[in-house]
């Protein structure tokens, strides 16, 4: 026998059963488009590229495959035209990982080609510079790389490669790509680091091993820093500040960020990898200067510290 608590109960559960299909029949709806509307501007941003590439525009067609691939980095096709691009420029020793993410990505039926163009490639590479094919210790032995969390390439990054003689570091770049060469680079095991303030944030790549004539690519993908550090600048007088450029410091690597506080004197670094800092403020004779002791940031840490700044006597 249903009562009227059970009958609120059932009318209840059909309720809740009824917004559940809906919501899940409404997302079903939502992402659909969403997803064809990347598509769309997938293809159309594709299609340039490879009008680009066909009449001979490689720098456009570079640019437009990068910006397909910021659009979606699952899909072949953007770093087949970034490979032709390159390879148009005789740029080989980049055109090649970028054939080769063409081929982790591409449809079966594509491989083939993919993997000629490839060979090509490498062939090309070699008699266009005798002096790799007479001494392979000028060969790129690591190379890939560097973007953003929006997939956008990061230039002038720095890019460390560790190994048990040391450290090698390598910049990136216009196209955020790096090299490592087999005269600077033996057999071993290796991590790969990429550490910058700011926007771009960090990355860490875990240890591979490197063979002997191994060539390998490795691309970094920057995870930008959670944590911040903001307060107020003041006066001897406890007054605000304002336009005070504030300097933030890494103790690891001397990196700078500076930020000027707004009209209440108030200041904010934000998307800061972890870390340990000190900070200083030097404006001024009228307001003076401020320095803040050396602290540790971090993972995801939100610090605050005011600054009072020393009147100039």
Same mark, same amino acid.
């Given at each position: 026998?249903?009562?009227?608590?059970?009958? +609120?109960?059932?009318? /209840?559960?059909?309720?809740?059963?009824?917004?559940?299909?809906?919501?899940?029949?409404?997302?079903?709806?939502?992402?659909?488009? !969403?997803?064809?509307?990347?598509?769309?501007?997938?293809?159309?941003?594709? *299609?340039?590229?490879?009008?680009?590439?066909?009449?001979?525009?490689?720098?456009?067609?570079?640019?437009? $495959?990068?910006?397909?691939?910021?659009?979606?980095? $699952?899909?072949?096709?953007?770093?087949?035209?970034?490979? /032709? *691009?390159?390879?148009?420029?005789?740029?080989?020793?980049? *055109?090649?990982?970028?054939?080769?993410?063409?081929?982790?990505?591409?449809?079966?039926?594509?491989?083939?080609?993919?993997?000629?163009?490839?060979?090509?490639?490498?062939?090309?590479?070699?008699? &266009?510079?005798?002096?790799? &094919?007479?001494?392979?210790?000028? *060969?790129?032995?690591?190379?890939?790389?560097?973007?953003?969390?929006?997939?956008?390439?990061?230039?002038?990054?720095?890019?460390?490669?560790?190994?048990? !003689?040391?450290?090698?570091?390598?910049?990136?770049?216009?196209?955020?790509?790096?090299?490592?060469?087999?005269? !600077? +680079?033996?057999?071993?095991?290796?991590?790969?680091? +990429?550490?910058?303030?700011? $926007?771009?944030?960090?990355?860490?790549?875990?240890?591979?091993?490197?063979?002997?004539?191994?060539?390998?690519?490795?691309?970094?993908?920057?995870?930008?820093?959670?944590? $911040?550090?903001?307060?107020?600048?003041?006066?001897?007088?406890?007054?605000?500040?304002?336009?005070?450029?504030?300097?933030?410091?890494?103790?690891?690597? /001397? /990196?700078?960020?500076?930020?000027?506080?707004?009209?209440?004197?108030?200041?904010?670094?934000?998307?800061?990898?972890?870390?340990?800092?000190?900070?200083?403020?030097?404006?001024?004779?009228?307001?003076?200067?401020?320095?803040?002791?050396?602290?540790?940031?971090?993972?995801?840490?939100?610090?605050?510290?005011?600054?009072?700044?020393?009147? +100039?006597?």
């Amino acid at each position: 026998m249903i009562t009227p608590d059970s009958y +609120v109960g059932v009318q /209840g559960s059909l309720v809740m059963k009824r917004f559940v299909m809906f919501t899940a029949m409404l997302m079903a709806a939502v992402l659909p488009m !969403e997803l064809l509307a990347q598509t769309a501007d997938y293809n159309k941003v594709i *299609a340039q590229a490879k009008a680009d590439l066909a009449a001979g525009h490689n720098a456009e067609a570079l640019a437009g $495959s990068q910006k397909a691939i910021e659009i979606d980095p $699952s899909r072949w096709e953007a770093y087949l035209v970034a490979g /032709g *691009a390159l390879e148009n420029q005789k740029q080989f020793d980049l *055109a090649v990982p970028n054939y080769s993410r063409a081929l982790e990505r591409a449809p079966e039926a594509k491989k083939s080609g993919v993997r000629d163009l490839i060979e090509h490639c490498k062939k090309l590479s070699a008699t &266009s510079n005798p002096l790799v &094919s007479a001494n392979p210790s000028v *060969a790129t032995v690591l190379q890939g790389f560097v973007r953003d969390s929006e997939r956008r390439p990061v230039p002038g990054a720095p890019v460390s490669l560790d190994g048990k !003689e040391g450290t090698l570091t390598a910049r990136t770049d216009q196209t955020g790509a790096y090299r490592f060469y087999a005269s !600077e +680079v033996r057999p071993g095991t290796y991590s790969l680091s +990429v550490k910058m303030n700011g $926007s771009f944030g960090f990355a860490n790549v875990s240890p591979f091993v490197l063979g002997q004539n191994e060539s390998r690519a490795i691309d970094i993908i920057l995870d930008p820093g959670k944590s $911040s550090v903001q307060g107020f600048v003041r006066d001897s007088e406890h007054r605000p500040v304002p336009s005070a450029p504030v300097c933030l410091q890494a103790a690891e690597d /001397g /990196g700078q960020l500076i930020v000027h506080t707004d009209s209440a004197g108030a200041y904010l670094f934000s998307a800061v990898r972890p870390g340990v800092y000190s900070m200083r403020v030097c404006i001024n004779m009228q307001y003076g200067f401020g320095t803040v002791l050396p602290f540790a940031l971090g993972q995801n840490e939100s610090r605050a510290i005011d600054i009072t700044l020393d009147s +100039v006597k």
